[in-house]
């Protein structure tokens, strides 16, 4: 299974592409240059133009999965709430219609539990009332309205929490 990874110079996507790797082919997508470190013989890395979708479709060609996990952190987001909010809505749906111009299997989006009002406080679960405030929130929230409104035959949206520890 060929799989595409979005953001893969991240610190999630990074670590992502590497545990993957060793089970699948990885194709590992960024806008920055992957520092050699980084670098694994058993992961092709492509520089990519999420912004483009011309360049998302040449580079999903013969992909089976993709894992959608590009989008400004949320320091980024709170410094430039709308850029980032027009950014997530224009890379979400340019990988969607890549996605649907190469017939790829899966999509997954890697969303955050942070789309809650709570979701430190207390448990929370899928009824808990949303962030709708927060442009971090709102960054995922509108990400993942697109995903579900695309009428996508096959997609996953997981909202994590305590990636980081």
């Known amino acids: 299974m060929n799989i595409f990874i979005t953001g893969a110079s991240g610190y999630i996507g990074s670590i992502l592409a590497k545990s993957l790797s060793k089970h699948f082919f990885i194709v590992a997508g960024s806008q920055k240059k992957i520092p050699p470190l980084l670098r694994k013989k058993n992961i092709k890395y492509k520089m990519v133009n999420y912004e483009s979708a011309k360049s998302l479709k040449k580079n999903l060609e013969n992909i089976d999965a993709v894992i959608h996990l590009v989008g400004m952190n949320k320091a980024e987001c709170e410094k430039k709430k709308t850029k980032s909010l027009v950014f997530k809505e224009k890379v979400t749906l340019n990988i969607v219609k890549a996605c649907k111009h190469n017939k790829i299997k899966k999509l997954i989006y890697l969303s955050s539990s942070q789309v809650y009002k709570d979701f430190q406080k207390k448990s929370i679960n899928e009824k808990s009332k949303l962030d709708k ?29 305590n990636i980081f520890g």
């Open 133 to 161: 405030v927060d442009p971090y929130s709102l960054s995922h929230l509108l990400a993942e309205k697109i995903i579900l409104s695309e009428n996508i035959e096959n997609y996953t949206i997981i909202r994590a929490s």
